[in-house]
């Protein structure tokens, strides 16, 4: 292995500026200056964040591309993220299309909780990509440059056929990007819409997932990675092989602490908090790889009964179900045709406190597979 390079030279540590390329392995990350193409506007700047605030705990990928409402009193920082990805999204409108690195920006595929998600191409390979493109909020200095590209260093070279593989990162002007695998399919979000609207649940499915999501975490855990957002909207299925993949690894962490970050905790709706474990909907409680097998419990209950395992009518009602005062309705009392082993998988992912829980994704797979072997769920 040839390590990690910064412009050509072995590095072990390193200041990253624009301009700079960082090459793990075969995978590339280059830090642009905008050129005569690249036509910005530059952004106002938002208030100081102070150091006590919070940082995101999600950040839903591409799950559809409808507008959504600017709150009521919404801040300055929420109102300039709102604000941003609409004139994104006029990006794609160009003839021809806005380039990001050699990357020719198509249509949009989603508007994400930081930015807006486009399908693209590599004007090297002809390859489709999906390239996200970030509300220039972000960064909005040295530091939240230097851990985005730190994150970006970690996940470059990893691969694995459940989570959906980083191509490469840069700056286009004001705007950081990340192209990464296309998933030529649809969203868990889009799943649980129709199943809203009364389509049946499927436990295959959910079983399948399960498995799926559970060997994407396994591999992340192996790596010392987690996600720390899992929900529907960052869940895609493969069209070809009905495959699971896992969007967005260790966003979150890439965000953190960015004022970027702090617009989006603001901005939350209640379906979008209704997949937090209990230790994230609580401030100062300890967080770790075991919120994102919550997060994944989370999901599957609402594959098998068509909604989350709390649900209200505000993120506040929502989030003191999940702390503690709610109790989990068990699945089959929504859903009677729900095996019963799976159930109790779900239940035990669902746990209330850490130690209750499955303890690693290989824990949880060694329950879940022999439940899809004897229910003839291929996977």
């Known amino acids: 292995s040839l390590g990690t390079l910064v412009n050509g030279k072995r590095i072990t540590r390193h200041e990253l500026h624009p301009g700079d390329v960082l090459r793990v392995g075969n995978n590339q990350l280059r830090l642009e200056v905008a050129g005569p193409g690249a036509d910005f506007p530059t952004p106002p700047t938002p208030r100081q964040k102070t150091e006590d605030e919070p940082a995101a705990v999600e950040e839903p990928a591409d799950s559809g591309d409808e507008a959504e409402p600017l709150p009521a009193g919404a801040s300055e920082a929420v109102r300039l993220l709102h ?39 590599d004007q090297k390979s002809g390859q489709t990509v999906a390239l996200k493109v970030f509300s220039p909020q972000f960064p909005h200095d040295n530091q939240e440059l230097q851990r985005f590209t730190g994150v970006m260093k970690q996940l470059l070279p990893l691969r694995h056929p459940h989570l959906v593989g980083p191509y490469g990162a840069g700056k286009t002007g004001v705007c950081m990007w990340v192209a990464r695998e296309f998933v030529e399919g649809e969203g868990l979000a889009r799943v649980l819409r129709r199943l809203a609207q009364g389509a049946p649940p499927d436990s295959d499915l959910a079983c399948r997932v399960g498995i799926h999501i559970g060997r994407a975490l396994h591999f992340a855990r192996q790596h010392h990675l987690r996600h720390g957002a899992i929900s529907p909207a960052n869940i895609l299925i493969q069209r070809s092989d009905q495959a699971a993949k896992l969007a967005d690894l260790m966003l979150v962490q890439a965000l953190e ?29 300890f967080v770790d790889e075991l919120s994102d097998l919550y997060g994944l419990g989370a999901v599957l209950y609402a594959l098998l009964t068509g909604r989350p395992p709390f649900v209200g009518d505000s993120v506040e009602a929502i989030l003191q179900q999940i702390r503690g005062s709610g109790r989990v309705t068990r699945p089959t009392a929504l859903n009677a045709d729900i095996p019963a ?20 994704p290989a824990e949880l797979l060694s329950d879940l597979e022999p439940i899809a072997d004897e229910e003839g769920v291929a996977v």
């Open 341 to 360: 082993a799976l159930e109790t998988v779900v239940l035990k992912m669902l746990a209330k406190h850490q130690e209750d829980r499955y303890q690693t």
């Open 83 to 121: 604000e941003w990805k609409e004139k994104l999204t006029h990006l794609s409108g160009q003839a021809p299309g806005q380039a990001f690195g050699h990357y020719q920006l198509g249509p949009v595929l989603g508007r994400g909780r930081s930015g807006v998600v486009f399908k693209a191409t």
């Open 257 to 285: 602490h960015s004022q970027l970050a702090q617009a989006i905790l603001e901005h939350r709706s209640p379906g979008e908090v209704a997949f937090l474990s209990p230790e994230q909907a609580t401030a100062g409680d």
